[in-house]
């Protein structure tokens, strides 16, 4: 069984922060769990724009607090995230988020990441192993 907190990993290697700090994701459980997933919650800035495609991932999103524009960059359709929202990117869909107010979510990704991974410039996480 494991235990902890977002706080217990503050300041630690599972709190990774976007060198242009458009965002923050505390990354609660990782690949090296052996759990089959991860679990990561992130916040995302008001006023910034990430585009992102997880060409490798699965990802669920759940929103928690604030609001953000979602853009599906394949259809151009857009949908306004807020608190008790999901968003699933099913289909490896290239998206854009574009946060109103701060926004605070809890990802979901399969397969699990390794905490390593940071987007390249498509906005792609590689696809890393871990060992468990």
Not at 92 to 98: I, L, N, P, S, Y
Not at 122 to 129: A, E, I, Q
Request: charged letters at 30%; glycine letters at 10%; hydrophobic letters at 35%.
């Amino acid at each position: 069984m494991i235990v902890r907190s977002f706080k217990d990993i503050e300041g630690t290697d599972r709190h990774v922060k976007a060198a242009g700090g458009t965002w923050e994701s505390k990354r609660i459980v990782l690949a090296k769990e052996g759990v089959g997933f991860s679990l990561h919650e992130t916040t995302m800035y008001a006023g910034t724009e990430t585009s992102m495609w997880y060409a490798n991932h699965i990802e669920a999103v759940l929103c928690v607090e604030g609001e953000a524009e979602l853009t599906d960059e394949e259809t151009g359709e857009k949908y306004l995230i807020t608190p008790g929202t999901m968003y699933l990117l099913d289909g490896h869909e290239r998206h854009t988020m574009r946060p109103r107010t701060d926004f605070r979510c809890i990802c979901v990704f399969n397969p699990p990441v390794t905490g390593r991974e940071d987007h390249d410039e498509n906005g792609v996480y590689p696809l890393l192993t871990e060992e468990v």
